[in-house]
Each structure stands twice: as structure tokens, then as C-alpha cells.
């Protein structure tokens, strides 16, 4: 077994050009010539082809740490296993290679797949290594041109560009050895991994048609909703099929009439992308309403006509995040809600980076704002409310209504003019998760902090993970946007706005802050706080501990005040520690 000498850099392969053959390189030549010395005829020319596109990328360091003898053994396994696929959609294997086995050893983990290329694959799978935090040592990526017989094995190996039907090889080498167990789960998961990928490639087209198709149903629903409110949902839609969402899934659910009321089902037939099996959604039953929370119920039968927010599902597919969620209601000619068609997939990085004012809906919301407070264009609160709404992370601008929204901004405009904390909580519609903004004075943001708030309200709303977005922006303030996500079927609690605002003044309190309320109590508000403004930051950090008397702190500063008026230029003063 060949032992891998120390670690360079991860992934260092991949950097390499796609015109780099080593076409002369002495390793290669030693490898193809003993595929043509060894290799039975009728497949020599196509694992030699093979060799050449597994091995393209490799730097000359790599071939030569890996010898001639390994890369034969490993590109041939690596063939005979993309062979072997035959005619099935894809292969996964996940294994610790031995010289008895594949003739080649490792001291990590490979994990190699071959499927049709498409586009996703290499991040998908990649994403899953890391959300398992498994390191990768090398990644090898062979798109190839193929050709199989009526049983799918190999015959031909072409050039990728050329052919007609082009194939993906990925191999990983993990640093880690994997055990059994560990190895047949992350080899199922990403089967499952491929088969999403396959879906949504698949689908990719009429997802698109389907999102078109939502944009007539929400031209539909005029007689329900404003104008504006249609406009605004249609300009949006379009906004998506502009590379601005990645399309992964869509379904429709109809409402039902039913003698004892109404109910909701998924629309048979309606499934694409990676929401295609019907029979796995949560309404594949016909579900009466009645059966449902309340708040899940008010929320199917009424609310605004496009619906956005996140899942509680992480994406398998391009990105490791939760999928983001875009509904528009089905409405019925007399205005009344009979359904909904479902998009689910990501906001995409241009999404993310296009300023707020120039995104279809959120211009809209920002407009609705600034009309609801008679806002005048180029006054001072119209700068800056614009200023703040641009601040906002975008999932909490597309996620909140233009009145949850103006709550917040607003919120954080009267903060701007005035001192202190101020803590401003949303919930979601379907109750998955709750967004809270943090806003306090720039100087008392730390890390430490912003990881006891985290801590704190994961604690205090049942939370399992939490996000946390901070924007600075150009004012004197740090606004700390967090969300927090609940576990399936729990409830968020009801937490008295006063309370948790006071429990994050708690945990933003500092040494100065303490000081300032001794002296305030010694020597009254205005000339207490005027002296700890000027004394408090020349204390050095050893002086500033959990356990100062603060009779003794506010002493040493009267002290310090009278040496500074002092003629004499010394002032003695006893502190006795140890009283009582």
C-alpha cells in the first residue's frame, strides 16, 4: 500500500488549465505504455483515452508523487466502475481502496460517482463533504464523451467537446478514513444527491413554463387584489427567470369544498424538479383545514397574493442552504382563495448583490414605506429610511410584508435620533422561524456579544440553528440581524417585547456602563455620567474586573478629578478593601 506523503494544498488540482496534457511527461509515458502493454485490445484505446481525461489536470507534482504504477491502478478501477454503470442513471461508491482490490491504497476515503454531465454536480456533492466537514485532498473531474452499447458498457471514449453524449467522473480523495458505517450513508446520501441533480436538470424547462404559468395566475386574482399588489407579483416572477433563482422544485394544492368544510390536497400530476412525487407532500391526503394549527390555517385561506419565505429543508442541490419558498394564491373568478402554486429553489448570488431598490418587489415595498409615512424625497427621514431599508439582509426583505417592514424601519429611523438599545422581533408566517434585529450604539458591538445574543435566543425561542447578518452601515450604529429556526411542530413562544429587550441591555452592559450608574448614584445623573464619560476609558483592562467595588471605583475617579485640579500635583487617598 502506497502511503501519501504530507498535505499540500486541498483541491489544488482543479486550479490547473484544461490545456495542460504532459503530453512528455515520463510518468505518462510510463502509464500509456503500459496500458497498451497489458490492456486487452478491444479496450485499450478506450481506457487510454480515459487515462488522458481522468489525468489532464494533474500538476506534474501530483504525477509524480502518485508514480506511474498507482494512476494505472486507479484510473483503471475508476473506468471499470463508470463501466459497470451500465444503464442505470448513476453510480456512487464510497471505499477505502486496498492493492488486493482496486491494486492501488490510500489513507483516506474515495468517493467516486459517474452519471450523464449536467450542470451542479461537483458543488452538490461537494457541499455534502463539507457539511460532514470532510476535507478534500484531491479532486479529479473528467467530463467525457462516451459511447455504450445496447448493454451500456464502454465502448469509445471521446473528446467531451466533440461528442454528442458527455459523461461526469468525480473522484475524491478525502483525508479521512471513513468507517463502514459512516461510508454507506454518505454513499446513499449522495445517490440521493444525483437523482435531485437529475430531477431538476430535467425539469429545468417546464419549471420555467410553470413559473410563467404563476404569473397568469396572479394576473387571475384581480379580483381580489390590488392592481399594484398584481403588478408587483408578475414583475417579481419575471424578476426570478432572469438567472435571479435557481429552480428547484414546484407543486400546486387546491382548497376544496367539502360538505364538512373546507380541505386541502396536492394538485395530482402538478409535481416537477425535486417536489415531482406527489405522494410525498405533507397534503398528498385530502387534509381538513380544521386539522391544522390556526395560524396554518389563516394563512392558506387568506393573506397577501405572493407568499416568500424559507423551508425548513436544507437544498441537495448547487447549495447547502435552507431552500427558499415563493407561493401565489389560486383565485376564483367571485375573489375567493382555491389553492396555490409552489416554487421552491435559491436566490442566486446576483439576487443577493442587486441593490434593494432595483429588485422589482422590494422597490415596490420600499415605495409602499416611504408613501405610509408621507416621506418627502430628498428629505433628511427619506434619505435615511432608504439608507436603512437597503441594510436589511435581502431574505428578510423578501420574507417580511411592506407593513412588517415599515415596522422595523421605522423602528430603527427613531433609534438613529436617540440613545440605546432597540430590539424589534418578526415572526413568519408558518411559524418556522422568528427574525429579531438587535441595534445598539457601534461601540458596543463585539463578537462576544453577538454570541450571547445568539445563545440567548436560541434559548429563550426553542431555536435549533440560528443566522446571524451584520450591518454597520455609515451611521454611529451596529444593527445585528438574527433568525432563528424551530423544530417541525413547535411552537414559538410569546416573549414580552420589554422583557427581551431588557435581557439584551443585560448582556450589552460593560464596565463603563456599571461606573456610570455608581457615580450617577453618588453624585446625581448629569455630573455622575459626565465624569464617567471622561474617566471611564482611561482605566486600564486589568482595573476593569467582574468583582470591582464600585465604592472603591468611584472614589479612585473623585480622586483622579481632584489631582487634575489640584495646584499641589498629588492627591493621597486610602481604600480599605478588606472592610466588613
Known amino acids: 500500500m502506497r502511503v501519501d506523503p504530507p498535505l499540500r494544498d486541498p483541491i489544488h488540482a482543479v486550479s490547473e488549465t484544461a490545456e495542460q496534457t504532459h503530453a512528455l511527461h515520463p510518468v505518462l509515458d510510463a502509464l500509456f505504455a503500459r496500458i497498451r502493454a497489458e490492456v486487452p485490445a478491444e479496450r485499450r484505446d478506450a481506457l487510454e483515452a480515459f487515462a488522458k481525461a481522468f489525468l489532464r489536470r494533474l500538476s506534474d507534482e501530483e504525477l509524480e508523487h ?38 492501488y491504497g490510500s489513507v483516506g476515503t474515495i468517493v467516486e460517482t459517474n452519471t ?21 485532498r484531491l479532486l479529479v473531474h473528467p467530463v467525457v464523451g462516451t459511447v455504450r452499447d445496447e448493454r451500456g458498457r464502454i465502448e469509445r471514449v471521446l473528446s467531451g467537446r466533440d461528442a454528442s453524449h458527455r459523461e461526469s467522473v468525480m473522484h475524491y480523495e478525502l483525508e479521512r478514513r471513513l468507517g463502514e458505517a459512516e461510508r454507506t450513508d454518505l454513499e446513499r446520501k449522495i445517490g440521493e444527491i444525483l437523482h435531485d441533480v437529475h430531477l431538476v436538470v430535467r425539469d429545468f424547462e417546464p419549471m420555467q413554463e410553470r413559473t410563467r404559468h404563476m404569473m397568469d395566475l396572479a394576473r387571475a386574482a384581480a379580483g381580489r387584489y390590488s392592481p399594484e399588489e398584481v403588478s408587483g407579483t408578475v414583475d417579481f416572477l419575471d424578476w426570478l427567470l432572469q438567472l435571479n433563482f435557481v ?8 382548497l376544496l369544498d367539502l360538505p364538512d368544510g373546507r380541505a386541502i390536497h396536492a394538485t395530482e400530476g402538478s409535481g416537477l424538479g425535486i417536489l415531482s412525487d406527489v405522494s410525498r407532500s ?36 448547487h447549495r447547502r442552504a435552507r431552500m427558499d419558498y415563493v407561493g401565489v394564491r389560486k383565485v376564483s373568478p367571485d375573489g375567493r382563495i382555491t389553492g396555490e402554486a409552489r416554487l421552491i429553489g435559491l436566490f442566486t448570488s446576483k439576487a443577493y448583490m442587486e441593490p434593494a431598490t432595483k429588485t422589482p418587489l422590494l422597490h415596490h415595498k420600499l415605495e409602499q414605506i416611504l408613501a405610509a409615512e408621507d416621506l418627502i424625497p430628498g428629505s433628511h427621514d427619506y434619505k435615511t429610511v432608504v439608507e436603512l431599508f437597503g441594510t436589511f439582509p435581502k431574505d428578510e426583505l423578501f420574507q417580511g410584508s411592506a407593513e412588517e417592514l415599515r415596522t422595523l424601519v421605522v423602528g430603527l429611523l427613531q433609534f438613529e435620533e436617540q440613545a440605546g438599545i432597540r430590539v424589534m422581533v418578526r415572526k413568519d408566517l408558518f411559524g418556522r422561524q422568528v427574525s ?43 444593527k445585528i440581524f438574527f433568525t432563528v429556526h424551530v423544530e417541525a411542530g413547535v411552537q414559538i413562544p410569546e416573549i414580552r417585547h420589554e422583557e427581551l429587550e431588557a435581557e439584551v441591555e443585560r448582556l450589552a452592559r460593560t464596565w463603563d456602563d456599571d461606573l456610570a450608574d455608581a457615580l450617577a448614584a453618588r453624585l446625581g445623573e448629569q455630573g455622575g455620567r459626565a465624569l464617567a464619560a471622561k474617566y471611564a476609558p482611561r482605566f486600564p483592562d486589568y482595573y476593569k474586573t467582574s468583582d470591582t467595588d464600585w465604592a472603591l471605583a468611584v472614589d479612585d475617579v473623585l480622586n483622579l478629578e481632584e489631582l487634575a485640579s489640584s495646584p499641589d500635583g498629588f492627591v493621597v487617598g486610602i481604600g480599605n478593601e478588606s472592610a466588613g
Open 282 to 317: 405533507t397534503f398528498a391526503d385530502v387534509t381538513p383545514l380544521d386539522s391544522l394549527p390556526s395560524y396554518i390555517r389563516h394563512r392558506i385561506e387568506d393573506g397577501d397574493l405572493l407568499v416568500i419565505s424559507k423551508t425548513k429543508a436544507y437544498s441537495t442541490v
Open 116 to 136: 450523464d454531465d449536467s450542470p451542479f454536480l461537483v458543488d452538490s456533492v461537494s457541499e455534502e463533504l463539507g457539511a460532514r466537514e470532510l476535507r478534500v
Open 247 to 254: 429552480l428547484l422544485g414546484y407543486r400546486e394544492y387546491d
Open 66 to 103: 502518485h508514480g506511474a504504477d498507482l494512476l494505472f491502478s486507479m484510473v483503471s478501477s475508476a473506468f471499470a466502475f463508470a463501466d459497470q454503470r451500465g444503464n442505470e442513471q448513476s453510480a456512487v461508491r464510497v471505499f477505502v481502496p486496498t492493492d488486493a482490490d482496486e491494486g
Open 436 to 478: 429579531i434585529v438587535v441595534a445598539l450604539p457601534r461601540e458596543r458591538f463585539t463578537a462576544t456579544l453577538r454570541k450571547r445574543l445568539q445563545d440567548m435566543f436560541m434559548e429563550r425561542f426553542h431555536g435549533v440553528t440560528v443566522d446571524y447578518h451584520l450591518s454597520l452601515g455609515e451611521t454611529e450604529s451596529a
